[in-house]
């Protein structure tokens, strides 16, 4: 089995970042100059898949329009001589085969998923949160994919997280088999960190199985009343094998303020080096003031 295509679900709310998401689809808030969903896009890119499928809901048009051509502002950028801004615009259009399906009510990720069925077909596929950046020289997906090449089955990727942060995820009941290699156990969304297997999270990265789809189609609600992937794939797991990869690289939870910011700051200085200097000695001045 290969896979082919990739799964951004992107219909939430963003109820933390309120009250600019009211209008303002929280994959789209930058960092710096480009937006978070434009970092998910390119790891799927840079990890060799050609199809995309977002799937999105009310009020999200402006990430279908981010990546559409835009002949106005090229037109306008073209008389202007501004030639390098120009092909940044044009390759926006040109990053991968797009494709859109919207998500009519937010019934939870399991649900965001399963709406993909039809563009997924019986082809395994991965599956990328926006919620979660993560940077590095091979991307987290390319890792996970020399994987699959391994195991031909779903893998998570996975990493530590402290005890008092155990119930804001998927967390693994699973065993180390090889250097950053787990098999899981089972797997249970949210859990209390007192009654938590482990404090090894899915952190919004997975390459699944085609076979999830019939699971998801009869999920009953769980956590938070939606319906939640982790549960479906524990239901998979009763049938085939699920690995969990302890992938290499810095994670950003950018659905969170402070992870935001983290990622904010990280990012102007390591990607943006004509910003690098001067931001430098203003975050020591601010740093000199507290």
């Known amino acids: 089995?290969?896979?082919?295509?990739?799964?951004?679900?992107?219909?939430?709310?963003g109820i933390r970042f309120l009250p600019v998401t009211k209008s303002l689809?929280?994959?789209?808030?930058?960092?710096?100059?480009?937006?978070?969903?434009?970092?998910?896009?390119?790891?799927?890119v840079a990890s060799g898949l050609e199809n995309i499928l977002i799937v999105t809901g009310r009020g999200k048009r402006a990430i279908e329009d981010y990546f559409d051509q835009s002949p106005d502002?090229?037109?306008?950028?073209?008389?202007?001589?501004?030639?390098?801004?120009?092909?940044?615009?044009?390759?926006?259009?040109?990053?991968v085969d797009m494709h859109y399906i919207r998500q009519k009510e937010p019934r939870g990720l399991g649900h965001a998923v399963f709406c993909a069925r039809k563009f997924v077909g019986e082809e395994p596929f991965a599956v990328l949160l926006g919620d979660d950046l993560i940077y590095?020289?091979?991307?987290?997906?390319?890792?996970?994919?020399?994987?699959?090449?391994q195991v031909q089955a779903t893998i998570l990727a996975v990493q530590e997280v402290p005890p008092q942060d155990v119930n804001k995820y998927g967390i693994l009941d699973a065993q180390l088999i090889q250097p950053g290699?787990?098999?899981?156990?089972?797997?249970?969304?949210?859990?209390?960190?007192?009654?938590?297997?482990?404090?090894l999270a899915i952190m919004g990265r997975y390459i699944i199985t085609p076979q999830i789809f019939?699971?998801?189609?009869?999920?009953?609600?769980?956590?938070?009343?939606?319906?939640?992937?982790?549960?479906?794939?524990?239901?998979?797991?009763?049938?085939?094998?699920?690995?969990?990869?302890?992938f290499e690289g810095q994670r950003y939870d950018v659905g969170d303020k402070l992870g935001y910011l983290k990622a904010t700051i990280d990012f102007a200085l390591t990607h943006h080096p004509d910003l690098k200097e001067?931001?430098?000695?203003?975050?020591?001045?601010?740093?000199?003031?507290?």
Request: with cysteine; proline share 8%; net charge neutral.
């Open 1 to 13: 089995m290969e896979v082919r295509k990739a799964v951004i679900p992107a219909a939430g709310l």
């Open 25 to 44: 689809p929280k994959e789209m808030l930058p960092l710096v100059d480009k937006p978070i969903i434009q970092y998910i896009v390119e790891e799927v």
């Open 73 to 95: 502002l090229e037109r306008h950028l073209t008389q202007k001589g501004k030639h390098d801004l120009l092909k940044i615009v044009r390759e926006l259009g040109e990053l």
């Open 136 to 149: 590095h020289k091979s991307p987290c997906l390319k890792q996970m994919l020399t994987l699959f090449t």
């Open 181 to 199: 290699v787990y098999q899981v156990n089972d797997l249970v969304e949210k859990p209390d960190p007192a009654a938590a297997p482990s404090r």
């Open 214 to 246: 019939e699971l998801l189609a009869h999920t009953p609600p769980g956590a938070g009343g939606e319906i939640q992937l982790t549960d479906a794939l524990r239901e998979l797991k009763q049938t085939q094998p699920i690995y969990g990869l302890a």
């Open 278 to 290: 001067e931001f430098t000695a203003y975050l020591s001045q601010i740093t000199a003031k507290l």
